[in-house]
């Protein structure tokens, strides 16, 4: 049923829709930091390290939210891919579809993506929020 049983062939591109919500996150976070923690002031590198450790935290919640799904609330998903992967002919085998479709791959996937697209998202960000002290200063002396 639902998105991990007849429709689970729009799973992939459906999780793409999270994307615009996980950089609205990461831009909140980052803004609250430089507010509070750095007065409103915050240079690249203050930002990047926020973001890797707000990255970190996400990865090892993802990790729960990934046992959580996969064992409580659809243990079918991954017998439920392969086979859709299968019958739609995107893998010729089900040893190649299983050894891709599993619970420690996608651990895995979902940990490091959650660590590696927080940093970059971070980078990025805190780029486009660091404040450079004079240059929003009036110029008058």
Known sequence: MGLHGQSIGKYGSLTLLA???????????????????????????????????????????????????????????????????????????YEKAASYFNFKNFLMLSAFGALSQGTIISAILSWLLKKQGRLFKSSKK
């Open 19 to 93: 994307y615009p919500f996980l950089i609205l996150f990461y831009y909140l976070a980052l803004r609250e930091i430089k507010q509070k923690k750095f007065m409103g002031v915050m240079n690249w590198e203050q930002g990047v390290t926020a973001g890797i450790t707000i990255a970190i935290i996400v990865s090892i919640s993802t990790i729960v939210t990934q046992i959580f799904m996969h064992y409580i609330l659809s243990p079918d998903f991954f017998e439920n891919i392969i086979q859709y992967h299968l019958s739609h002919k995107l893998i010729d085998t």
